[in-house]
């Protein structure tokens, strides 16, 4: 039982390429989450889906485009980088609302 | 949807001692979750209390929530170097909402 997977653990990318982030968790969850956190920040949530096939906007979506084919896996597409998507990415699943939510060990991502 | 606001940002004490940290919120609620970020790492869930709760504990954890202070405290007794890291509540959003938001967090330095 893994828990929340996240492929891969650092990037490095130059302007304008662009990338995908795998976030895969084994529990069965409903619910998953993309966020991001820069250096002193909190969490900032960027998408998330309560379903297969279902997808929401977070707080700070642009830039970001996401996909929920299967429901063990949240995809996190970058199509065009910039240095301010420079940043530590986190992924995240749940039952649902107002339960436990478990988290991946990180992106590092660096956008040059 | 609402976020909870923790305070203080930062708090510094030595080993030994207890660390106290709030968290405040706006409209009515039916649980409350803590976290903690160790640095660098995914947030790890702590505790949930719920509405009809006043106390909770989870070994040297002890978790408060006040409905009509609209506040929730989080105290770790008997502190330790390990206990370094950020924490954070969360207010879920209820409903079919999925956003899972987080606060800024509280920051606490236990100093051997």
């Known amino acids: 039982n893994a828990g929340v997977t996240q492929t891969p653990k650092f990037r490095v990318l130059k302007t304008g390429q662009s990338m995908t982030l795998l976030c895969a968790q084994d529990?069965?969850?409903?619910?998953m989450y993309w966020y991001r956190q820069d250096p002193g920040m909190g969490l900032r949530l960027i998408h998330y889906?309560?379903?297969?096939?279902?997808?929401a906007k977070g707080e700070v979506p642009d830039g970001y485009n996401v996909s929920r084919l299967k429901k063990q896996n949240f995809l996190l597409g970058l199509e065009s980088a910039a240095p301010s998507q420079t940043s530590v990415y986190f992924c995240?699943?749940?039952?649902?609302?107002?339960?436990?939510?478990?988290f991946g060990q990180g992106t590092r991502l660096t956008v040059v | 949807s609402q976020q909870g606001e923790e305070d203080p940002q930062a708090l510094s004490i030595q080993e030994g001692e207890n660390a106290t940290m709030n968290c405040s919120y706006k409209?009515?609620?039916?649980?409350l979750q803590w976290y903690r970020q160790n640095s660098g790492r995914g947030l790890v869930h702590l505790i949930l209390?719920?509405?009809?709760?006043r106390e909770k504990h989870s070994g040297r954890l002890r978790v408060t929530l006040d409905t009509s202070k609209k506040s929730s405290s989080l105290l770790i007794t008997a502190s330790r170097a390990a206990d370094t890291a950020s924490y954070f509540c969360?207010?879920?959003?209820?409903?079919?909402?999925?956003?899972?938001?987080f606060g800024k967090g509280t920051k606490l330095s236990v100093k051997p």
């Open positions: 995240a699943s749940s039952y649902g609302s107002g339960t436990e939510a478990f």
């Open positions: 529990m069965n969850h409903e619910y």
């Open positions: 889906s309560v379903g297969e096939g279902t997808t």
């Open positions: 409209t009515s609620i039916n649980n």
């Open positions: 209390i719920r509405s009809n709760e």
């Open positions: 969360e207010i879920p959003q209820g409903g079919s909402q999925g956003n899972l938001i």
